[in-house]
C-alpha cells in the first residue's frame, strides 16, 4: 500500500472515529436515540444493508414469517401464497406442544406476547401480520453469528432480543420492531471431569447456549452424572432458566440451576467475548447471572455447570377429584399436606409439583432422588392417611428407577405441557406462611383454584448452597416452601377475555397470597408481567446492586426486556416502539 493511500486510509478512519464519537455523545441528548428505530423510519436499514449482515453470519438472517400464516388468506397486507388450510389444521392440533415453537425463530409459547397479531384460530381472512414478533432473527450456529447480531443492534440503534427456546412466560424472548439473535442452534456440551475453582473441584459441564434440559440430562447420564435442570424436558439450560434461578427435579438436593455455575462465556454489549468466572475480574458478573434474570446483563454464550453422580430417583403422583360435595375435605386436606408433609418431603431432597383447580387437588409429580418408592411412599402416608380419615376417594402411585434419566424420561411419557392455554401470574409462599398461617394460606389457595388452575412447585433451596455466595438470586426464594403459578386461558376467539384474564390475575387472585405476604417476593421466570414493583418482588434486596452491575457493563441499555433489571428506564409506546422513559430522559 502506498503512503498515500495509508494516508487516506487513516483520515477516513479519524473522520469516521470523529464522527462515531460525536454521534455517541450526542446520542445521550438527540431525541432521535431516545427510540429504537422502527421499519419505516429513515434510518432503518436499507435490504441492501440487511443483505450485508445475512453474509456476515453465513446466510443466517431469517425474515419473520409467523408460524399461523398458513392460516390466513392475506400476510402483511397482501395476498398470502402460504394460505394452507390442511396445513392450518395440522398446525392447530399441535399449538398447544411446546415442540411447536420450538423450531421457530419468532413463535412465543406464551401466546399474549404475539399481541395476537398472527392468530390460527381465527378466520382466515383475519388479517397475519407481525404484531410484536422480532422482525428478523439471526439463526446462530457460531460465536461469530452472535457477535455479528450483537453489533449490528448496537450499531444501527435497533432493538435486540435474545431467543433461546422462547419458553418465557413474560414475553422477554421476542419484542416489536426488533432484531432477534437466536441461540436454539449452539448446541455444543463437553465434559470437565475434574474441573478446579474457587470453592468446588469436581465433575463439570460445559453447555452452550441452546442446550435444553433434556439435552444436558442426556449427555451427563451418558458419563454417570446428573446435573440440575428443568423439570420441563425442552426448557433451555443455558439461558433464561438459568439465568433467572431455575429450578428442577434435583434442587432440594443440589440447589438452584443458578447454583452451579462455575464460570459463563459471554458477548457483552460493547462486543467483548469474556469468560466470567467465581474469582477473575468479571465475578461482579458472573453474580449477576446467578439469579438476575436473562436478557439484561451479556449475551450467555455457554456455562459451566457443576455435575454429579448418577442417582437412585423415585416418584410418586396423586390424584383427588372434586365431586360438587367434598371441597371441605379436600381443602382440609390440603392444609395438612402443605403443613406437615411437604416441608418433611423437601427436606428429605424431594421436588413437588402439585396443582389445585375446580377439578380437585393433584401431585404430578413428586421427584425425590436418592430415596426409594417405599421411603417415598411412608413420607406420603401422613397425606394419604387424611385423605381416608376423611373419607376421600384417591388415586395415588409411586415407582423408582436406578437413574435419574430413566425416571425423568419415564414420567415425560404421561406428562403434558400444554405451553400456549394460559396466562400466567406467580408468587413465592415462605415456609413461615405456609407452617405459620396455614389457614388463611388454604383460604386463598381455595379462593383462586375453585376458579381457575394453580400450581404449586415446592422445595428446598437451602440445601444446596455451599460455601460460596447465593449468587444474584432473590433471598426469599431460598426461604420459599413453593412457587404458586396461576393460569387463566388464553381465550383465542376473544381477544379481550384474553387481556381481561390477566388482569383478573394482577388484580383479583396475586393480592390473595400477596395480603399474607406484603413483602413477599416472585419467582422472576414465573411470575406476573404486569407486577408494578418488579424490581422488589423479582429480586428483592439485590437490586441496586443488580442495576450497578448492569450500568457496568451495559450502559447504553442494548439488553432489555420486560421486567429485567433496568427496563424501567425504558418504555413500549402504543406503537411498539421502545423509548427510554420520559420520567428518566437527561
Ligand atoms: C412449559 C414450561 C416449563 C417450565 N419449567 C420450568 C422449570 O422446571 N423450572 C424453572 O425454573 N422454570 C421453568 N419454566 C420457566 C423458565 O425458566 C422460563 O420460561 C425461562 O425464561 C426459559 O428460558 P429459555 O432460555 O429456555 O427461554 P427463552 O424464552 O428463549 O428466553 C428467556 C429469557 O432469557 C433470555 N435469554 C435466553 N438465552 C439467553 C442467552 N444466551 N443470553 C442471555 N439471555 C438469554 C431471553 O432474552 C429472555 O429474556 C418453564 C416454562 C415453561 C413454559
Ligand atoms: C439470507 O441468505 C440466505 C442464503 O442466501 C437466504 O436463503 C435467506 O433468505 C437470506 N435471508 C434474508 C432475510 O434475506
Ligand atoms: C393440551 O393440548 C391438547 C392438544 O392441543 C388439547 O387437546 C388439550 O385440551 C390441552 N389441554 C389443556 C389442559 O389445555
Ligand atoms: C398490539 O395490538 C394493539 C391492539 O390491536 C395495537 O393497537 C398495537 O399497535 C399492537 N402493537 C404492535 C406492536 O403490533
Ligand atoms: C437454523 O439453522 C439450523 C442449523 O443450520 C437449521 O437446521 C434450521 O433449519 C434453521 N432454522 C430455520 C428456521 O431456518
Ligand atoms: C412457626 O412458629 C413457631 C412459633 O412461633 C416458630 O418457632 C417456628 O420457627 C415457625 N416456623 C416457621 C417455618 O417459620
Known sequence: MSTRHLIGLIT??????????GRSSESRLSSQNKCRIIPGDASWPSPNIWQQLNKTVDGKLIATVPIAAAC???LFGQSNSLFDQDACNALRDNWHFPETHLPSSSSPMAYQFSNNSCNPWLDPHTPCTLGSHVVYNVNATAVSHLHAAVAFARDHNIRLVIRNTGHDY???STGAHSLGVWTHHLKSTDLITAYKGTGYTGAAIRVAAGVESIEAYTFANSHGLVVVGGNCPNVGLAGGYIQGGGHG?????YGLAADQILEAEVITAAGDFITATLDNKHSDLLWALRGGGGGTF??????????????RVSSASLAVFNDGTNADAIYDSIGSFIQTTLPSLVDAGAFVVWIAGPFGFMISPAYAPDLTSAELDQLLLPTLQTFKDKGLQYQYSSAESPTFLDRYNELQKTASWNVSDYNLGGRLVSRHV???????LITAIRYISSRTLMSGVSYNLQKGLSSLDGGAVNPQFREALFGVSIGTAIDYQDWAVTLDGQDQITNEFLPQLAKLMPNGAAYLNEADYQASDFQHLFYGEQYPRLLSTKHKYDPEGLFYAKTAVGSEKWAEMSDGRLCRDPKYWK
Do not use: M
Open 298 to 311: 451479556a449475551l450467555l454464550v455457554s456455562v459451566t455447570i457443576k455435575a454429579y453422580p448418577e442417582l
Open 170 to 172: 413474560l414475553g422477554k
Open 72 to 74: 390466513h388468506t392475506t
Open 434 to 440: 405456609a407452617v405459620n398461617d396455614t389457614e388463611n
Open 249 to 253: 427435579p434435583l434442587s432440594s438436593r
Open 12 to 21: 477516513v478512519i479519524v473522520v469516521a472515529a470523529a464522527i462515531a464519537v
